[in-house]
């Protein structure tokens, strides 16, 4: 593997988020960002100097590109991934992969035929206290689970 490994993200919201990880990670280069919102776009050149692009298709065609970030609005997540994972990339994808349970079957199916890594963002799954629900609720001491109702006080 080389020794830095290049990273684009497409969707300048959330995506900000995984531009600043990509800089200051070890190994992680941000070659490109891509965004149909210029303004949006216009302003990550101006903090990341790096590529820009507003064509994800385009963007695709970077060689130098290893791995693609994908944080556009949810229910995009898996046409997007299976593009760039047939365009030879490696992808990490904001949560929700998909809103449709089939779509990231056909996500991780596109992955494994193609051998690239996926990676899903669930940045809270390690928090202590969802670990401590998860085991309540796995070892059945709520009974049987039909709903939930949750606060997140943030
Ligand atoms: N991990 C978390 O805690 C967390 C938090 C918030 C949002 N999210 C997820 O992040 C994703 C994005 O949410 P957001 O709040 O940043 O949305 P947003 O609408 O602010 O940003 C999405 C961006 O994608 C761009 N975009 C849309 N279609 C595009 C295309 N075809 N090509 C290029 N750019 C395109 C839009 O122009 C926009 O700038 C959602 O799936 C959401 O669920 C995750």
């Given at each position: 593997?080389?020794?830095?490994?290049?990273?684009?993200?497409?969707?300048?919201?959330?995506?900000?988020?995984?531009?600043?990880?990509?800089?200051?990670?070890?190994?992680?280069?941000?070659?490109?960002?891509?965004?149909?919102?210029?303004?949006?776009?216009?302003?990550g050149?101006?903090?990341?100097?790096?590529?820009?692009?507003?064509?994800?298709?385009?963007?695709?065609?970077?060689?130098?590109?290893?791995?693609?970030?994908?944080?556009?609005?949810?229910?995009?997540?898996?046409?997007?991934?299976?593009?760039?994972?047939?365009?030879?990339?490696?992808?990490?994808?904001?949560?929700?992969?998909?809103?449709?349970?089939?779509?990231?079957?056909?996500?991780?199916?596109?992955?494994?035929?193609?051998?690239?890594?996926?990676?899903?963002?669930f940045?809270?799954?390690?928090?202590?206290?969802?670990?401590?629900?998860?085991?309540?609720i796995?070892?059945?001491?709520?009974?049987?689970?039909?709903?939930?109702?949750?606060?997140?006080?943030?």
């Amino acid at each position: 593997m080389a020794d830095e490994v290049g990273f684009a993200v497409v969707g300048l919201g959330m995506g900000k988020h995984h531009c600043r990880s990509i800089i200051s990670g070890k190994g992680a280069k941000l070659i490109a960002i891509c965004d149909l919102d210029e303004e949006r776009l216009s302003k990550g050149k101006e903090d990341y100097n790096c590529r820009t692009y507003v064509s994800f298709d385009e963007m695709l065609n970077d060689p130098e590109i290893a791995c693609v970030n994908i944080a556009v609005p949810s229910g995009m997540h898996s046409d997007m991934g299976i593009q760039a994972i047939e365009a030879g990339k490696h992808i990490i994808v904001e949560k929700p992969a998909d809103i449709k349970p089939e779509k990231i079957d056909l996500l991780r199916e596109a992955g494994e035929k193609k051998g690239v890594k996926i990676g899903c963002i669930f940045q809270a799954r390690l928090d202590p206290l969802n670990i401590a629900g998860r085991d309540a609720i796995q070892g059945g001491r709520r009974g049987r689970l039909i709903g939930i109702r949750g606060h997140l006080p943030w």
